[in-house]
């Protein structure tokens, strides 16, 4: 079986041809990702509008270059997924309307794929993981941990109140004057950094649920940076140490609500040992290894996909458009794209979350 996927639901445009062949390392025939940082990058974040237009423009050759990379024709094709959601409606609609085009004029299945799936299936594309596993989801835009127990089956444990930990990376970088993306360029500040010198909250630390919250971490650095009298006036080695406190805050809470969700996943499933890091944040090596701790304290086997695949990107969509293909699940060209889409539309709402997440 063979898929073309695309991903437009935020700042990258990207489209991947995936197989399902029994190696994993033979599944990606291609995976093509073009960044809009340089494009958002004056504005300190993204612009919804500034995305939607750079989609528009380039997905049509980056699907071209997918298909040439990977040897094969559209005919060849059993199915075209796209993110069908959630994110920045104006991508996600450009990257749908390409994909029912396809599969219209190539009379092929449509699969419109949950972005949060794509990243909740990554690791059995790399690592061929069994069902059921115990998923951190963490990026830009959510926050959350899930019993993923088959295709299109999640229960989610906990979800963050207020603020997305991409969001409090990239937020925190702007304050301190980094610029943006703020996760890649966080974590290397903090490498020279004393990880101890600030005093940082650690927010839910303790509490017996799996929720998160990030916005008071955010309150405290912008407090920190005023004690200065401003980020200009912080030498280079005060900002590495405030970076390197703030990662030492966010290992300790991810590790915190890590260790509850483990305990509720194996109240389900007492057999139940593998936890899956995914999203933008996943490819942080310093909280990479600080839940690797987990291995140890919690008997519990730890998978984070190679960094390219924790970032959004085509082939993760690919390979959810087989797995859904394969458990017979396809659309209907009448899909209307989703800004909002949870992965377990039974959750309840969590507190101070205002929408179910």
């Known amino acids: 079986m063979i898929v073309l996927g ?19 390392d033979a599944r990606i025939l291609s995976n093509i990702v073009l ?21 528009l423009e380039h997905v049509d050759h980056l699907i071209k270059q997918a298909l040439q990379d990977a040897g094969v024709k559209l005919a060849q094709l ?62 830009g835009g959510h926050c959350q941990l899930l019993i993923v127990e088959e295709v299109d089956r999640y229960i989610r444990l906990g979800t ?9 990376f990239d937020k925190s970088a702007k304050m301190l004057g980094l610029g943006y993306p703020g ?17 940082l909250p650690r927010p839910m630390l303790g509490r017996k649920e799996c929720h998160f919250s990030f916005s008071g971490l955010k309150t405290a650095i912008r407090q920190q940076i005023e004690r200065f009298g401003g980020e200009e ?16 805050a966010v290992g300790d809470v991810l590790i915190d609500r890590c260790q509850n969700a483990l305990r509720q996943f194996r109240e389900r499933y007492p057999n139940g040992n593998t936890l899956v890091v995914a999203g933008g944040v996943a490819a942080n090596q310093t909280l990479a290894k600080r839940l690797a701790d987990l291995e140890i304290s919690e008997n519990t086997r730890l998978i984070v996909p190679p960094a390219q695949l924790c970032t959004d990107n085509a082939a993760m969509i690919a390979w959810a458009g087989i797995e859904r293909l394969k458990a017979g699940h396809s659309d209907l060209l009448d899909f209307k794209p989703r800004p909002r889409w949870p992965l377990d539309p039974d959750a309840p709402t969590a507190i101070g979350a205002g929408v179910k997440a």
């Open 78 to 139: 059993d199915g075209i997924a796209a993110t069908g959601g959630p994110g920045l409606i104006g991508g996600v609609i450009v990257g749908v309307m390409s994909a029912k085009a396809i599969a219209s004029v190539q009379n092929k299945p449509f699969i419109a794929v949950n972005h949060l799936e794509g990243h909740a299936l990554t690791a059995r594309l790399t690592e061929n993981v069994e069902f059921p596993y115990l998923l951190l989801l963490v990026s």
């Open 233 to 248: 006036k912080m030498s280079d080695q005060d900002v590495a140490d405030l970076c390197a406190s703030f990662q030492s």
């Open 160 to 168: 963050t109140i207020d603020d997305a930990l991409g969001e409090a």
């Open 6 to 24: 695309i991903e437009s639901s935020c700042d990258e445009t990207a489209a991947a041809i995936v197989c399902d062949a029994a190696s994993p």
């Open 183 to 199: 996760g890649p360029i966080v974590e290397r500040a903090a490498a020279t950094g004393d990880g101890a010198r600030f005093e």
């Open 35 to 55: 960044s809009q940082e340089d494009e958002h990058r004056p504005y300190g974040g993204i612009v919804p509008e500034i995305a939607a237009r750079s989609h």
